[in-house]
T-cell receptor
């Protein structure tokens, strides 16, 4: 079983601060996805990283896939209250699209 | 454009009762999934389907059954509910190729078993 561990479990910061959340595994993944989930809703895909060392930017969010494709990070610059949510990383367990999810990092950004 | 729709949104059951959760998608996706989400445990795959008429077990299938009689619908059944099945259930669908397909989720169904 490929286990995805996310850290920290919970992060509370003030608006304007930066934050980084991590997704680590002892196994190699062909790709990793990051989802954000807001209260009462289902997760929504933010990004998919597929190449070791890849960096993708989505406005103030920067995603990095580790060189060995065992880990990934999400960095948010100048966080805003709208960034509040549960951030989940996920990786495929087979070619049928079955995804294994990490437990998530709950991010709270206060004004 | 409804995407993925789950019904009901909330349900309270007594131990031993049965119920069915319905998932409908209007994106013509081949693949559909049922996950459960529990605090601190992320999303765990219950059952999935790679096409109409097919189903397969996921990580935590015990106590659940599924059916995919029509491509757009994926039903999750609980024959005899137990308190351990109290959870939020999410249905998802995807096109899926090579394991990098985006999952589109419904809004979730919150189930409480007393």
């Amino acid at each position: 079983t490929q286990l995805l561990e996310q850290s920290p479990q919970f992060l509370s910061i003030q608006e304007g601060e930066n934050l980084t959340v991590y997704c680590n595994s002892s196994s190699v993944f062909s790709s990793l996805q990051w989802y954000r989930q807001e209260p009462g809703e289902g997760p929504v895909l933010l990004v998919t990283v597929v190449t070791g060392g890849e960096v993708k930017k989505l406005k103030r969010l920067t995603f990095q896939f580790g060189d060995a494709r065992k880990d990934s990070s999400l960095h948010i610059t100048a966080a805003q209250p709208g960034d509040t949510g549960l951030y989940l990383c996920a990786g495929p367990t087979d070619s049928w699209g079955k995804l294994q999810f990490g437990a998530g990092t709950q991010v709270v950004v206060t004004p | 454009n409804a995407g993925v729709t789950q019904t009901p949104k909330f349900r309270v059951l007594k131990t031993g009762q049965s119920m069915t959760l319905l998932c409908a998608q209007d994106m013509n996706h081949e693949y559909m999934y049922w996950y459960r989400q529990d605090p601190g445990m992320g999303l765990r795959l219950i059952h999935y389907s790679v096409g109409e008429g097919t189903t397969a077990k996921g990580e935590v299938p015990d106590g659940y059954n599924v059916s995919r009689l029509k491509k757009q619908n994926f039903l999750l059944g609980l024959e005899s509910a137990a308190p351990s099945q109290t959870s939020v259930y999410f249905c998802a669908s995807s096109y899926v190729t090579s394991g990098t397909g985006e999952l589109f989720f419904g809004e979730g169904s919150r189930l409480t078993v007393l």
